[in-house]
């Protein structure tokens, strides 16, 4: 069964900081990878998908996240981040025979202004 | 619709009742989920319909736990004899096929059991 790891929890940072949320999954085969977020209230929305093809893929906001196959990662970035940025953020896959699409457990980024 | 509506945004239920929840997929898309999602854990399976093929029901945590798609459209969610450990938020998605695409979620509905 497909599993996706996101080590961080919980991140804190000040405003102009930069970010970097690490997503992790365990799929060998050919995948697909999102990142969703949830601001506080809202429903789940798409930051970036990655299908194939350049594995530097930039999203909305300013966020971008990078394919490393051979480190079977997808870790989200945002070179300054604002407190509007304050939101969960899910790292999804969906690949192979699998039709069903796996969550990380997500993280919870927490922006101080 | 312009998205993927779910019905009702919040439900309070007492222990024992049947709860329906409702989810109007984005017209044309063919993929729905359901997902719960728990305080302190993450978003969890439940169930895959895709077009006229048998649901993936592999997710439901158990025998409460009902749902079907009809006319390849909406869906409904049904938790018989509801327990407190039900309470959490639903999800649906929906998803077109035939390609790379991604999932659009609704709002949820928030089920509380007392």
């Known amino acids: 069964a497909q599993s996706v790891s996101q080590h961080n929890h919980h991140v804190i940072l000040s405003e102009a900081a930069s970010l970097e949320l690490g997503c992790n999954y365990s799929?060998?085969?050919?995948?697909?990878l999102f990142w969703y977020v949830q601001y506080p209230g809202q429903h789940l929305q798409l930051l970036l998908k990655?299908?194939?093809?350049?594995?530097l893929v930039k999203g909305i906001k300013g966020f971008e996240a990078e394919f490393i196959k051979s480190k079977f990662s997808f870790n989200l970035r945002k070179p300054s981040v604002q407190w509007s940025d304050t939101a969960e953020y899910f790292c999804?896959?969906?690949?192979?025979?699998?039709?069903?699409?796996?969550f990380g457990s997500g993280t919870q980024l927490t922006v101080l202004p | 619709g312009a998205g993927v509506s779910q019905s009702p945004s919040n439900k309070v239920t007492e222990k024992g009742k049947d709860v329906e929840l409702r989810c109007d997929p984005i017209?044309?898309?063919?993929?729905l989920y359901w997902y719960r999602q728990s305080l302190g854990q993450g978003l969890e399976f439940l169930i895959y319909?895709?077009?006229?093929?048998?649901?993936?029901k592999s997710g439901l945590p158990s025998d409460r736990f009902s749902a079907e798609r009809t006319g390849g459209s909406v869906s409904t969610l049904t938790i018989q004899r509801t327990q407190q450990e039900d309470s959490a938020v639903y999800l649906c998605?929906?998803?077109?096929?035939?390609?790379?695409?991604?999932?659009?979620f609704g709002q949820g509905t928030r089920l509380t059991v007392v």
């Open positions: 998605a929906s998803r077109r096929m035939g390609g790379n695409t991604e999932a659009f």
């Open positions: 799929y060998g085969g050919t995948v697909n």
């Open positions: 990655y299908f194939s093809g350049d594995p």
């Open positions: 999804l896959t969906q690949g192979g025979s699998a039709r069903q699409l796996t």
């Open positions: 017209s044309g898309h063919t993929a």
């Open positions: 319909f895709q077009g006229n093929s048998a649901p993936d």
